[in-house]
């Protein structure tokens, strides 16, 4: 059984700091792009980040680009969210994602794309 566990959430404030981390358990995730997403409450799910099978490619959302670093570990199995700078508006609960395809020269930003998913972990930044 494939399972992605989220953790490293918490109460932050403006400005703060937080590492999320995602552990893929039940298979290997090396040749397919990783994901995070975020939803907020009344909001829709939306794309945050993603990376490449082997890392050399990634991608992120406008609001979160130049604060948000994502990044991976085959030997882990894992996939990290570095958050910096944290805002008011990056309150969300964030979740990982696998995409099943071996993508090759295209990284899937759109939750359709993504077929395995954690539960995801509540970030919450105070003003």
């Known amino acids: 059984q494939v399972q992605l566990v989220e953790s490293g959430g918490g109460l932050v404030r403006t400005g703060d700091s937080l590492r999320l981390s995602c552990a893929a358990s039940?298979?290997?995730?090396?040749?397919?792009?990783l994901g995070w997403f975020r939803q907020a409450p009344g909001k829709e799910r939306e794309f945050v980040a993603a990376?490449?099978?082997?890392?050399?490619?990634?991608d992120y959302a406008a609001s979160v680009k130049g604060r948000f670093i994502i990044s991976r570990d085959h030997a882990k199995n894992m996939v990290y969210l570095q958050m910096s700078s944290l805002k008011p508006e990056d309150t969300a609960v964030y979740y990982c994602?696998?995409?099943?395809?071996?993508?090759?020269?295209?990284?899937?930003?759109?939750?359709?794309?993504?077929?395995?998913w954690g539960r995801g972990t509540q970030v919450t930044v105070s003003s």
């Open positions: 990376i490449s099978w082997n890392g050399g490619t990634t």
């Open positions: 039940g298979r290997t995730f090396h040749s397919n792009p």
């Open positions: 994602a696998a995409d099943p395809n071996n993508r090759v020269g295209y990284l899937p930003i759109h939750f359709s794309e993504y077929f395995y």
